[in-house]
């Protein structure tokens, strides 16, 4: 079974402090993970993936394969940063095909200065 | 704007009723997804396309929903005999899977969505 899970339905940091959003997920397969953004009253928009290893907004992500984990992480949080934040996976099927894309309850983050 | 649209973005309607949403993705993308959210809850998985045929759907599905993506393009959702536990968000995204690529699973690009409220 596809599973994501985010303990933390709201985080709240001051402006500066670090930010560490979790996700753990269960999927036996080999997976893609993947950060979605849902800034206030916008759509809800992809963040980082793990295969592209990139820092976006400042947001790193570590995929840990043993630990099943793909935790979100920014050492200075931005008031701008505030927003709710879905963890998502999507499981391969065969050698070439990849499915459907599970997500978790999401994380609401409030930055406050 | 050529990104996902869904319409109509609200409809209220009378337990017993059907309902009809519409998704038009992103031009040349080949998937297509269909997303439900209630208050509090992440996105869940209802079901999804990749041209026109319909590769998975979740449990959560009922024998009152039916989805198509007739032509590969545009995407239905109708909702027969609607109860009070079908209001939510209705959500459609799209995207471009390239199989055997190094990003074999492309980005979703989501809607605003379609909300429902049954009374």
């Known amino acids: 079974a596809q599973r994501v899970t985010q303990p933390e339905k709201l985080l709240s940091v001051f402006k500066g402090a670090p930010v560490e959003l979790k996700c753990n997920y269960s999927?036996?397969?080999?997976?893609?993970l993947f950060w979605y953004v849902q800034y206030s009253r916008q759509r809800l928009q992809l963040l980082l993936r793990?295969?592209s290893r990139e820092s976006i907004k400042g947001f790193t992500a570590d995929l840990n394969k043993g630990e099943t984990s793909f935790h979100l992480k920014k050492p200075f949080a931005q008031e701008e940063d505030s927003a709710m934040y879905y963890c998502?996976?999507?499981?391969?099927?065969?050698?070439?095909?990849?499915?459907?894309?599970?997500f978790g309850a999401g994380t609401q983050v409030v930055v406050t200065p | 704007d050529t990104g996902v649209s869904q319409d109509p973005r609200h409809k209220i309607t009378k337990r017993g009723q059907n309902v009809t949403f519409r998704c038009d993705p992103i031009?040349?993308?080949?998937?297509l997804y269909w997303y439900r959210q209630t208050l509090g809850q992440g996105p869940e998985f209802l079901t999804y396309?990749?041209?026109?045929?319909?590769?998975?759907k979740s449990r959560l599905l009922s024998d009152r929903f039916s989805a198509e993506r007739p032509k590969g393009s545009f995407s239905t959702l109708e909702i027969q005999r609607t109860e009070q536990g079908d209001s939510a968000m209705y959500l459609c995204?799209?995207?471009?899977?390239?199989?055997?690529?190094?990003?074999?699973?492309?980005?979703?690009?989501f809607g605003e969505g379609s909300r429902l409220t049954v009374l």
């Open positions: 396309f990749q041209n026109e045929a319909q590769l998975e």
């Open positions: 999927y036996s397969g080999s997976p893609e």
């Open positions: 998502a996976l999507s499981g391969r099927m065969t050698t070439d095909s990849w499915g459907k894309f599970q």
């Open positions: 995204a799209s995207s471009i899977s390239r199989e055997g690529s190094q990003f074999p699973t492309g980005e979703l690009f």
């Open positions: 793990h295969i």
């Open positions: 031009s040349e993308h080949n998937r």
